[in-house]
């Protein structure tokens, strides 16, 4: 089964400095190639900023673009890895092993493809 775990930041946070960000880096690459070589791994992808995003909206048949986000939020989306796991306890075991478990809070959700039954 597939698993979605979404990595949620502190919006306004603590900033790391370069060293720290590059250590944390080294070892997010590390534990994704771990997962990898163990079969678990399916897409795992960083997010840029909040301030970075776009946000599209259909209102009255007419489509809208608007800068940032749309709310204001206490935590962002920083990042997403998408697994395979037997269940939702090995799938919590895999996200907790993160190294982004020190700073962010990560949301394991089971997926689903709309096509399925």
């Not at 962010?104 to 096509?115: F, K, L, M």
Request: net charge negative.
């Amino acid at each position: 089964m597939h698993y979605l775990c979404q990595f949620w930041f502190e919006t306004g946070g603590k900033e790391l400095s370069k060293e720290e960000g590059a250590k944390l880096t080294e070892e997010c690459r590390s534990y994704d190639e771990g997962l990898t070589k163990s079969g678990h791994l399916l897409l795992a992808q960083a997010l840029r900023p909040p301030a970075t995003a776009k946000t599209v909206r259909m209102s009255d048949g007419k489509i809208s673009v608007t800068d940032g986000p749309f709310a204001e939020i206490k935590e962002h989306l920083g990042g997403i890895i998408l697994i395979e796991a037997e269940n939702m306890d090995e799938a919590l075991r895999i996200a907790s092993r993160s190294p982004l478990a020190r700073i962010a809070a990560i949301e394991v959700r089971p997926a689903y493809s709309i096509n399925e039954p």
